[in-house]
């Protein structure tokens, strides 16, 4: 298995930031970590071993980029508004600096982004936002709701970064049809807690006539790192 570790020293994050990479061909994945990762956890929940068929065939080139949630969300010296900014930084990142290395190193320009937990908020979120750039979305046991780590605090940099806020509220047509065109499948597992909030989440698309996939496993776990890699690898085709 092709395994690359890249680092550099990021604009827009002021401050290093690193990255593993498995694979060298094939449709470039972006994966992001969960709240209390960075970019080694799949490797260190051998999550990765159970993608090497993607790896070895060719298939995918899987991009583990490192934590958000750790600057910002999950951040509790900092305020809210310090929070969000941080975060706002980190989307800077991903279109200023990520993306456009992906595309100098892969050249297949489908993009899939995916991520347990609060990485499958911002895997979806991203979708989202830039619905031309990014073609597909897995998230994992994810929630969708991120003022529970504001502190209640609402502004319009809190709301658009808020799915379950800004989407219900989103009548742009244009907007709509080409978040309709992203492939959207959102998962959980038979006993996942977050199972509900993906539920709001899927709800609120169907409101908005947005055509996506709500599935949830038949099977039950007390670690989700025994299913997710597996729930990744059946959604990739």
Not at 219 to 224: N, R, S
Not at 228 to 233: D, E, I
Request: charged share 25%.
């Amino acid at each position: 298995m092709k395994r690359t570790y890249k680092s550099w020293k990021s604009p827009s994050l002021g401050k290093t930031t690193e990255m593993l990479i498995y694979g060298e061909q094939g449709t470039p994945v972006i994966i992001f970590p969960s709240a209390h990762g960075n970019f080694k956890e799949w490797e260190n929940h051998n999550a990765i071993n159970v993608l090497n068929e993607q790896i070895k065939e060719g298939y995918n080139q899987f991009f583990c980029v490192d934590s958000f949630a750790s600057d910002s969300f999950m951040n509790e010296k900092a305020d809210p508004l310090t929070r969000i900014m941080k975060f706002g930084q980190y989307q800077d990142f991903l279109m200023d600096e990520l993306l456009p290395f992906i595309s100098d190193t892969n050249s297949n320009p489908f993009l899939i982004t995916t991520g347990v937990g609060i990485g499958a908020y911002c895997a979806l979120l991203m979708a989202f936002k830039y619905p031309t750039n990014f073609h597909k979305v897995i998230g994992i046991c994810g929630y969708y709701d991120i003022s529970v780590h504001l502190d209640g605090m609402t502004d319009d940099s809190i709301y658009f970064n808020n799915p379950v806020e800004f989407m219900p509220n989103l009548n742009d047509e244009k907007m709509l049809k080409l978040i309709s065109s992203v492939d959207i499948r959102l998962l959980n597992f038979k006993n996942d807690p977050t199972k509900e909030e993906t539920r709001r989440m899927s709800d609120i698309l169907w409101l908005k006539f947005i055509e996506h996939e709500h599935y949830v496993w038949d099977k039950e776990t007390a670690d989700l790192w025994t299913l997710a890699p597996k729930m990744l690898k059946d959604n990739l085709f």
